[in-house]
């Protein structure tokens, strides 16, 4: 008589092996646990997979994988994960049983697939004329040589250009051409995020996820990596390469380098462990005193300072908030995401835009022309510093609902009423005096930041001597007090 053999976990995974799955798995009915992910498997997914109706945990993830997802898989009773990012995948993403409580992390890297818009990816077109492959054909081998044709010619008439007036190529150019920086593998990012296990996720943007991760050589990094189904993410990462390679700053997140290929887009960033000023402003379990908000306040400027004033070409951040201020180990500040930034070229105090900031952080000449200067992050370092010493955020309603933050703050009876009670609290009578006392200063200087109009508003050298000198006094007092 023969036994019958039951196999219940199955775990391939990160041994190279190559090939279409192996068939063998397919009548093993009873398992229910399948992990072939970081291999290098091709093929499609067996549709036969269906029938292993035990199924609840299936892994093909990191592989050459092509093809449709089977709809037989619809059908699985059990299957609680599935994971298939980052393999060749295209056609619609099956929506029915178990489908509809994935999310989109289970199919990222999948450039080819369509369907439902929680999954993260595009819907999928209407049925269209035979002609759809020949359409195909031509994105996928006629336009990105008609784009390398157009970028070739631009570059010799650059080189002309250039040859004419004797001048030197934009220094962005130039930074980009000389920089080197340690390669990093896919492969390495999967293995130092635990394959992008959830624990490690720090948090989500607009066009990506921010994963904390350990690199081959121990380094603890923030590993940032977008999702290539949205149109943005390509230009989101291609501005922040050009901006971080040719800035350096203390105060200014580092990148470390990139990983990049036709279906994957990353950064690798300086980690931070203390998080973002958000955090710190609007969490209960977390608290900052003046003495600390006044040396972030200092560090940020020195950044924006370093930005508009110490290259060739400013560089406008263009999205300054407490959620781009990131904290280290320290607690020094440090501003991130620039993703949205613009390079002022030569001679030039402004550009037009249609890229939206944040609301309530943007500025006035935004709204009326989409145009884009350094004294916009001054406007919106303004707004960031009045939400420091207020914990209010712009968009607070006690300030929508009769006046905006600047119109409010500038009645001067109501700048104490605005005042975080917080920053008070543990001071004595003789120092609550001089605490006020610099608050008030700090928030006239704020009111300076963000007038309406961009002439009016201070230079940032300006904001950043004056807050030295509010630093220093708050050294002073502690000083005295010890």
Same mark, same amino acid.
């Given at each position: 008589?023969?036994?019958?053999?039951?196999?219940?976990?199955?775990?391939?995974?990160?041994?190279?092996?190559?090939?279409?799955?192996?068939?063998?798995?397919?009548?093993?009915?009873?398992?229910?646990?399948?992990?072939?992910?970081?291999?290098?498997?091709?093929?499609?997914?067996?549709?036969?997979?269906?029938?292993?109706?035990?199924?609840?945990?299936?892994?093909?993830?990191?592989?050459?994988?092509?093809?449709?997802?089977?709809?037989?898989?619809?059908?699985?009773?059990?299957?609680?994960?599935?994971?298939?990012? !980052?393999? #060749?995948?295209?056609?619609? *993403?099956?929506?029915?049983? &178990?489908?509809?409580?994935?999310?989109? %992390? =289970? +199919?990222?890297?999948?450039?080819?697939?369509?369907?439902?818009?929680?999954?993260?990816?595009?819907?999928?077109?209407?049925?269209?004329?035979?002609?759809?492959?020949?359409?195909?054909?031509?994105?996928?081998?006629?336009?990105?040589?008609?784009?390398?044709?157009?970028?070739?010619?631009?570059?010799?008439?650059?080189?002309?250009?250039?040859?004419?007036?004797?001048?030197?190529?934009?220094?962005?150019?130039?930074?980009?051409?000389?920089?080197?920086?340690?390669?990093?593998?896919?492969?390495?990012?999967?293995?130092?995020?635990?394959?992008?296990?959830?624990?490690?996720?720090?948090?989500?943007?607009?066009?990506?996820?921010?994963?904390?991760?350990?690199? !081959?050589? #121990?380094?603890?990094?923030? *590993?940032?990596?977008?999702? &290539?189904?949205?149109?943005?993410?390509? %230009? =989101? +990462?291609?501005?922040?390469?050009?901006?971080?390679?040719?800035?350096?700053?203390?105060?200014?997140?580092?990148?470390?380098?990139?990983?990049?290929?036709?279906?994957?887009?990353?950064?690798?960033?300086?980690?931070?462990?203390?998080?973002?000023?958000?955090?710190?402003?609007?969490?209960?379990?977390?608290?900052?005193?003046?003495?600390?908000?006044?040396?972030?306040?200092?560090?940020?400027?020195?950044?924006?300072?370093?930005?508009?004033?110490?290259?060739?070409?400013?560089?406008?951040?263009?999205?300054?908030?407490?959620?781009?201020?990131?904290?280290?180990?320290?607690?020094?500040?440090?501003?991130?995401?620039?993703?949205?930034?613009?390079?002022?070229?030569?001679? #030039?105090?402004?550009?037009?835009?249609?890229?939206?900031?944040?609301?309530?952080?943007?500025?006035?000449?935004?709204?009326?022309?989409?145009?884009?200067?350094?004294?916009?992050?001054?406007?919106?370092?303004?707004?960031?510093?009045?939400?420091?010493?207020?914990?209010?955020?712009?968009?607070?309603?006690?300030?929508?609902?009769?006046?905006?933050?600047?119109?409010?703050?500038?009645?001067?009876?109501?700048?104490?009423?605005?005042?975080?009670?917080?920053?008070?609290?543990?001071?004595?009578?003789?120092?609550?005096?001089?605490?006020?006392?610099?608050?008030?200063?700090?928030?006239?200087?704020?009111?300076?930041?963000?007038?309406?109009?961009?002439?009016?508003?201070?230079?940032?050298?300006?904001?950043?001597?004056?807050?030295?000198?509010?630093?220093?006094?708050?050294?002073?007092? #502690?000083?005295?007090?010890?």
């Amino acid at each position: 008589m023969k036994r019958s053999i039951t196999i219940e976990y199955v775990d391939l995974s990160q041994n190279q092996i190559t090939g279409n799955i192996p068939i063998i798995i397919e009548p093993f009915e009873s398992l229910n646990y399948l992990d072939l992910s970081n291999n290098t498997f091709q093929g499609g997914i067996p549709p036969s997979f269906g029938n292993l109706k035990g199924l609840d945990m299936l892994d093909l993830s990191n592989n050459n994988l092509f093809g449709v997802i089977p709809k037989s898989l619809e059908a699985l009773p059990n299957l609680k994960y599935l994971n298939v990012f !980052f393999n #060749k995948l295209y056609g619609e *993403i099956p929506s029915r049983g &178990l489908f509809a409580n994935f999310t989109a %992390k =289970s +199919f990222l890297g999948n450039i080819g697939l369509c369907g439902n818009l929680t999954f993260g990816v595009p819907s999928c077109p209407t049925p269209s004329f035979k002609g759809s492959k020949v359409k195909q054909s031509l994105l996928k081998y006629f336009v990105p040589t008609i784009a390398s044709i157009i970028i070739c010619l631009a570059l010799v008439y650059m080189l002309r250009k250039h040859r004419e007036s004797k001048l030197q190529l934009p220094s962005l150019f130039n930074t980009l051409a000389l920089l080197k920086h340690r390669m990093i593998s896919y492969q390495e990012l999967c293995q130092g995020t635990n394959n992008f296990c959830e624990s490690n996720l720090l948090g989500a943007g607009g066009v990506g996820f921010v994963y904390k991760g350990m690199l !081959f050589d #121990k380094t603890i990094a923030a *590993i940032k990596f977008l999702n &290539l189904q949205l149109l943005g993410a390509f %230009k =989101s +990462f291609d501005a922040e390469c050009n901006v971080l390679r040719t800035i350096r700053h203390r105060n200014l997140v580092k990148v470390i380098s990139t990983c990049s290929n036709p279906e994957f887009r990353a950064l690798i960033l300086q980690y931070m462990s203390n998080g973002s000023l958000e955090r710190w402003l609007y969490s209960y379990n977390y608290c900052l005193n003046l003495l600390q908000r006044v040396n972030i306040m200092v560090d940020v400027v020195s950044a924006l300072d370093y930005l508009h004033h110490s290259q060739s070409e400013s560089v406008v951040h263009y999205d300054l908030k407490p959620t781009n201020i990131l904290l280290d180990e320290d607690m020094i500040a440090h501003v991130g995401d620039f993703g949205i930034a613009k390079i002022l070229v030569q001679n #030039k105090d402004a550009t037009q835009t249609k890229t939206p900031g944040t609301l309530g952080y943007i500025t006035p000449e935004y709204g009326y022309e989409g145009k884009v200067s350094i004294k916009g992050d001054v406007y919106s370092y303004g707004v960031t510093l009045f939400e420091m010493i207020t914990k209010k955020k712009p968009m607070n309603n006690m300030f929508v609902r009769e006046l905006t933050m600047r119109q409010w703050i500038k009645a001067s009876n109501r700048m104490k009423e605005v005042m975080d009670d917080s920053l008070l609290k543990a001071e004595t009578r003789r120092n609550v005096t001089i605490m006020q006392s610099v608050l008030l200063s700090i928030m006239k200087l704020g009111l300076k930041c963000f007038e309406e109009l961009p002439d009016e508003r201070v230079d940032i050298k300006d904001v950043l001597a004056k807050l030295h000198k509010v630093k220093l006094t708050l050294y002073e007092n #502690k000083n005295r007090a010890a």
